[in-house]
């Protein structure tokens, strides 16, 4: 920011270490009036209702994009027992308004573990 190298800023947020630094980052950039795409590199239900909750919380002037959010990885999962993710309204994504992200996991549809710690 302070070179102007730069008239905007991809921001992965797990690529920052989650979503509170990615916000921080959001805060700064839009404060020095850059551009932000908000992008998520690792897919999933999840990661794009991340995504989709950083993305709507950006000034529409400042957002360019928030990428992966394609009828592919929302509207409906593509993991079978996750619902409540991310969805396309009139071409527009959407993040839900349920509580955290949104997502409601079906621990049950998820089968058996394939990893079990003891905590010791």
Avoid: F, W, Y
């Amino acid at each position: 920011i302070a070179l102007q190298a730069g008239d905007a800023v991809n921001l992965k947020s797990t690529r920052v270490g989650g979503l509170t630094k990615a916000a921080q980052i959001r805060d700064v950039a839009q404060a020095a009036g850059m551009m932000l795409l908000v992008d998520e590199p690792m897919g999933g239900e999840l990661a794009m209702a991340g995504l989709a909750h950083l993305a709507v919380t950006c000034r529409p002037a400042n957002l360019l994009a928030g990428s992966l959010m394609t009828s592919t990885h929302v509207d409906g999962s593509a993991v079978p027992g996750t619902s409540g993710g991310p969805r396309l309204q009139n071409g527009r994504g959407v993040a839900s308004d349920a509580p955290g992200l949104g997502v409601s996991v079906d621990v049950a549809a998820l089968g058996e573990p394939v990893l079990c710690c003891d905590g010791s």
